[in-house]
């Protein structure tokens, strides 16, 4: 039997897929440059390249089942206001104390519902962290 797909699922496809097309676009586009427009050719993919960036930087691109512990349990305006905060947050550990409040207060709505909420998953505030530099020596 096949496994329903996700909206995120699809959203990461439609993505790809626009992408992909953009990519063979500008690969041609670079190949044949007017007189004159090299420079301003570089600027365009400088600030696509900056934007592309600073977009994945800013963490999951949409709260859902799929990555919010407890989902089944919150009100349509939470999930909203969940999404809104974990978007906002700018140090791992204001980020954190949230993520840690969220986790236990949707384990007492399914205490109280007597349901178990999945463990483990992914850390939506690691990209707050700072880098690790490997170079600089440990200890």
């Keep these: 039997m096949l496994k329903p797909v996700s909206g995120t699922t699809i959203l990461g ?17 670079l190949r044949k440059p007017a007189h004159g ?38 009100t349509p305006e939470e999930r909203v206001e969940h999404q809104a905060k974990i978007r906002g947050f700018k140090t791992y550990e204001e980020c954190r104390s949230y993520q840690v409040a969220h986790h236990q207060l949707m384990e ?3 205490r109280a519902r007597g349901i178990d909420l999945p463990r483990g998953g992914r850390d939506i505030c690691e990209h707050l962290q700072p880098a690790s530099d490997s170079r600089r020596p440990s200890g």
């Design 13 to 29: 496809l439609g993505i790809l897929l626009v992408g992909s097309i953009g990519f063979a676009w500008w690969v041609d586009w």
């Design 108 to 110: 007492v709505r399914a």
């Design 37 to 74: 427009q090299t420079m301003s050719r570089v600027l365009i993919i400088t600030l696509l390249l900056s934007v592309a960036a600073t977009a994945q930087a800013r963490g999951p691109v949409r709260a859902s089942e799929g990555n919010t512990r407890g989902w089944q349990l919150m």
